[in-house]
């Protein structure tokens, strides 16, 4: 395996499960990132982990929740969403801090349909 | 004002034209840009990065930035189908990225 991986690919769920989106990075960085894209948008940053501390945008809404247990592994745990949450969840790593921080890999991202 | 602008298009060309892709920026301090290019059910990949103003060219992509009028631009020499995708332009702030909404191109054979 090389690059970001992300399980599952696909996913749907009803607005009273819970599930959690996986990810796991083979390049030897030490940050990881959750990107939610949803069409005709610009990618929005929902978390970071970053030499171990967690970033988070304060407009994410609390049904969302990550993990980070070590530098290549992710997770974000999903609870009560709603029908809007329905987007492409990407994943994202890089090595920080030098110049190569301004590069993100991204994941293939879980296609999340939320009925 | 959004920190980055991209036309979404979507953009159709006949195979072999010259492709030019743009976005503009709203902060001059902005110093690291970047070419994402994202085909469908995929995630984004890294194309094109600069930090400078100027061109930088690799292969059939060139990528330009004019500071000055805070425009960024990648251009596509002779497209294939298989350029067929959506690009998203990106910059770093040196602590945060900023991405374009995309733009979505398709080469005709």
Redesign the interface.
């Given at each position: 395996e090389t690059g970001?991986t992300?399980t599952p690919r696909h996913l749907v769920m009803g607005m009273t499960n819970k599930k959690s989106l996986k990810c796991e990075q083979h390049l030897g960085h030490n940050a990881m990132y959750w990107y939610k894209q949803s069409a005709?948008?610009?990618?929005e940053?929902m978390f970071v982990y970053s030499l171990e501390e967690r970033v988070e945008n304060n407009s994410v809404p609390s049904r969302f929740s990550p993990e980070c247990p070590n530098s290549s592994h992710l997770f974000l745990h999903l609870h009560t969403l709603q029908p809007e949450d329905s987007a492409l969840y990407?994943c994202?790593s890089s090595q920080v801090p030098d110049r190569e921080?301004?590069?993100?890999?991204?994941?293939?991202?879980t296609?999340l349909s939320v009925l | 004002q959004k920190e980055v602008e991209q036309d979404p298009g979507p953009l159709s060309v006949p195979e072999g034209a010259i492709v030019s892709l743009n976005c503009t920026y709203s902060n001059s301090a902005f110093q690291y840009f970047m070419w994402y290019r994202q085909y469908s059910r995929k995630g984004p990949e890294l194309l094109m990065y600069t930090y400078s103003s100027g061109n930088k060219e690799d292969g059939r992509f060139t990528a330009q930035v004019d500071k000055s009028s805070k425009y960024i631009s990648l251009f596509i020499r002779d497209s294939q189908p298989s350029d067929s995708a959506t690009y998203l332009c990106a910059i770093y702030t040196g602590n945060q990225f900023y991405f374009g909404t995309g733009t979505s191109l398709t080469v005709i054979p």
């Open positions: 970001v992300q005709k948008k610009p990618l940053l990407l994202a921080k301004e590069k993100l890999f991204f994941g293939s991202g296609q | -």
